[in-house]
Each structure stands twice: as structure tokens, then as C-alpha cells.
T-cell receptor, first 113, second 113 residues
Framework: AQSVTQLGSHVSVSEGALVLLRCNYS??????LFWYVQYPNQGLQLLLK??????LVKGINGFEAEFKKSETSFHLTKPSAHMSDAAEYFC???????????FGTGTRLTIIP | EAEVAQSPRYKITEKSQAVAFWCDPI?????LYWYRQILGQGPELLVQ????????DSQLPKDRFSAERLKGVDSTLKIQPAELGDSAMYLC???????????FGSGTRLTVV
């Protein structure tokens, strides 16, 4: 069975500081990995995805993530936080051949002015 | 940009009443998903359709929930009777191909009183 673990349900960073949101996955086969962002009372928006091409994936809004097979990790980063980045972030995993996404429990990102 | 349409955005219903949600996926997306997201948690898959066929409904509480996608386009999710524990965000998503991730609608926020 596939699963993801997001370390830290709440993360606070100062505006302009580095954002690091952690995600570790468990999968018996090479995974597809995704990061989604959710603003209050909204659906989820795809930030970026890893589908076995380049291990460093660039997404929207200046976010990027690196797939590290040896660490079974797919952490999300952004060099400089902006107030508009405040939201809930979800890591998700799917297996090749099975489109079902399994989501983590989410990390709420707060930006301190 | 194409969107997944959901209605209503908000629904308040009394316990034991019936409630229904509607979803219109992006045109051409054969795969449609209904997810339930309880406050503070990640989304959990309820049902997955490929065209008009159910691919996975293993997590759908079939004693009270039903879902259909009769013509392989739009879909309806029904709850009858609603229970207090059904209060959640119900998210619809669609996808074009494996590995692309989903496009989510804005969701329906259900409150059962």
C-alpha cells in the first residue's frame, strides 16, 4: 500500500525566509508524487509533480521539490516566502498504473510579516 | 483555463435528510473522482469512475452513499440519510491521463445539523 507522511502539521516562517515542507513516501513500486496547495474553502491546486523524469521538479509560484529515492522523500521548498503563500499544503502519492492519489494529512503554512 | 465545476458551494442539511452534490469534469477527462475531506485532514477517496464505470468504491459507505455518472460526463454524489459525521468538504476531481495529477473543483462544504 502507498502512503505519505508529512512532518509538521504547522510550519511558520518569516516573510522572505526559506520555506521547507517535508514529505516522506512509502510505495512498493516507483511512485508518482505531487504537491497540492489549498486556500480556505477552496479545492486543491496542483503545485508540481514528479513522474520519474528529472528528480528536481519546478512548479508554480516559485516552488520546487526534489525526489530522493534513497531517503524516500519529496520535500517542497521555496527560497523566499511571500505572504500569499499562507495556505495548507498536501503531499500525495500514486503508483504507475493506478491513478488513485493518497494524500498526507497536510501542513499549514503561516507567514510572519 | 478549463475547470471542474461543482455545485452547490455550501450546503446545510438536517440529520436524516437526503443531500446531493453535482460535478461536471473538464471536457474530455474520462476519469472522475469524489473525495471527502474532513476539517484538518487530507482528502480521502470515496469513488473513482472511468467513463461511466465505477473503478474503485471500496471506501464509499454504501449503506448511505451512492454515486453515478450515467453518460460518462457529469456525476452526482448522494447521501441518504445524512449523519452528523458527514460534515466535510466534498471534492470532485478529474484527470486526463496517468501521471498528470488531478484537477480539483472548488468543492461543496456540507454541514449536517
Amino acid at each position: 500500500a502507498q502512503s505519505v507522511t508529512q512532518l509538521g502539521s504547522h510550519v511558520s516562517v518569516s516573510e522572505g525566509a526559506l520555506v521547507l515542507l517535508r514529505c516522506n513516501y512509502s510505495s512498493s513500486v516507483p511512485p508518482y508524487l505531487f504537491w497540492y496547495v489549498q486556500y480556505p474553502n477552496q479545492g486543491l491546486q496542483l503545485l508540481l509533480k514528479y513522474t520519474s523524469a528529472a528528480t528536481l521538479v519546478k512548479g508554480i509560484n516559485g516552488f520546487e521539490a526534489e525526489f530522493k529515492k534513497s531517503e524516500t522523500s519529496f520535500h517542497l521548498t521555496k527560497p523566499s516566502a511571500h505572504m500569499s503563500d499562507a495556505a495548507e499544503y498536501f503531499c500525495a502519492v500514486a503508483n504507475f498504473g493506478n491513478e488513485k492519489l493518497t494524500f498526507g494529512t497536510g501542513t499549514r503554512l503561516t507567514i510572519i510579516p | 483555463e478549463a475547470e471542474v465545476a461543482q455545485s452547490p458551494r455550501y450546503k446545510i442539511t438536517e440529520k436524516s435528510q437526503a443531500v446531493a452534490f453535482w460535478c461536471d469534469p473538464i471536457s474530455g477527462h474520462a476519469t472522475l473522482y469524489w473525495y471527502r475531506q474532513i476539517l484538518g485532514q487530507g482528502p480521502e477517496l470515496l469513488v473513482q469512475f472511468q467513463d461511466e464505470s465505477v473503478v474503485d468504491d471500496s471506501q464509499l459507505p454504501k449503506d448511505r452513499f451512492s454515486a453515478e455518472r450515467l453518460k460518462g460526463v457529469d456525476s452526482t454524489l448522494k447521501i441518504q440519510p445524512a449523519e452528523l459525521g458527514d460534515s466535510a468538504m466534498y471534492l470532485c476531481a478529474s484527470s486526463l491521463a496517468r501521471g498528470n495529477g488531478y484537477t480539483f473543483g472548488s468543492g461543496t462544504r456540507l454541514t449536517v445539523v
